[in-house]
């Protein structure tokens, strides 16, 4: 299985959303991470065909995704950001209903809404009516409807927002569990969330790819240029006007700082091992800031 992205480009007058394109998806997890605004649901639109591009193609095993058609979608499951439920509808109600539309028989449907409300612990809620269920459980509802039909591309957009951090780990371990032998692409500002599960991190700023990087080696390019030291609280205020302070620490009567910087802020600093959230930081600190 191969999803390409070729000088993939979507404009709205002068604007590009989205600019000039390129990736190449084998099965794995890519964490696709940018501020907001940076295009990342206007590319996943793109990619699950509910957007047009205004250029370029998107090509699933050598084939356009136009060509191909409803193949295409037959390979694909989608969670957008905002996924609209019916209140009304039961859990069991709402994924017969989505397996209807995804075109699985009687038989499939209940085999896989049984299996899938299963595997996101919600089959001892699925009698409820949806209009109960916490902002927890209706994401791992949109999960498992993004899975009926078993897709070899799993997209989710922005799945963790609004959740608490008990709710985010269980989420994180649930596409883990789906991800074996599939494409997944987990669009994210929150970047714990691909740092513990993605392959691959495919940064993006203004609408195009500052980098497509394997978890690995992706924090490379900052070795060297992460730092920490401790500072009374004047000069601790100091230097968060003057650098990029990922994060700080009061211990006792002084400031841990954590700094990203090309040279030492201080004589005291102290290279440190950097993370994903530096990398995140170090290219979008001040658009945050703003």
């Known amino acids: 299985m191969e999803l390409q992205l070729q ?22 997890v890519y964490g696709l991470l940018g501020a907001n605004g940076a295009g990342k649901t206007t590319l996943m639109r793109m990619i699950c065909g509910i957007l047009k591009p205004t250029s370029g193609s998107i090509r699933l095993n050598g084939k356009t995704i136009d060509k191909l058609g409803e193949q295409y979608y037959a390979h694909l499951g989608y969670m957008p950001q905002d996924f609209g439920f019916y209140p009304d ?9 989505m397996a209807a ?82 494409i997944v692409i987990l669009s994210t500002h929150i970047v714990s969330d691909v740092s513990y599960i993605a392959d691959t991190i495919l940064m993006m700023k203004q609408g195009r790819f500052l ?51 090309e040279t030492a802020p201080s004589e005291e600093a102290q290279i440190t091992e950097p993370n994903l959230e530096d990398l995140f930081l170090y290219h979008f600190g001040e658009e945050i800031k703003k």
């Open 7 to 28: 000088d993939l480009k979507k404009q709205y007058g002068t604007k590009y959303a989205v600019n000039g394109v390129n990736a190449r998806f084998i099965p794995g």
């Open 89 to 97: 509808f039961t859990a069991y109600e709402f994924m017969l209903y």
């Open 101 to 182: 539309v995804k075109g699985l028989n009687k038989k499939q449907a209940k085999t896989r809404t049984e299996k899938l409300l299963h595997m996101v612990n919600l089959s001892d809620r699925a009698d409820k009516k949806i209009r109960s269920y916490s902002g927890g459980m209706k994401q791992r509802l949109g999960i498992a409807q993004a899975e009926l039909n078993n897709p070899s591309v799993l997209i989710l957009d922005e799945p963790t927002a609004g959740l608490d951090p008990k709710e985010r780990v269980r989420f994180r371990n649930i596409i883990s569990d789906f991800a074996k032998e599939k």
């Open 211 to 261: 980098l497509q990087e394997s978890m690995s080696t992706v924090t490379d390019s900052i070795r060297g240029k992460v730092w920490e030291l401790l500072a009374d609280e004047k000069t601790a205020a100091k230097y968060n006007k003057t650098f990029s302070v990922v994060n700080l620490h009061h211990e006792n009567n002084l400031v841990k700082l954590r700094i990203i910087s």
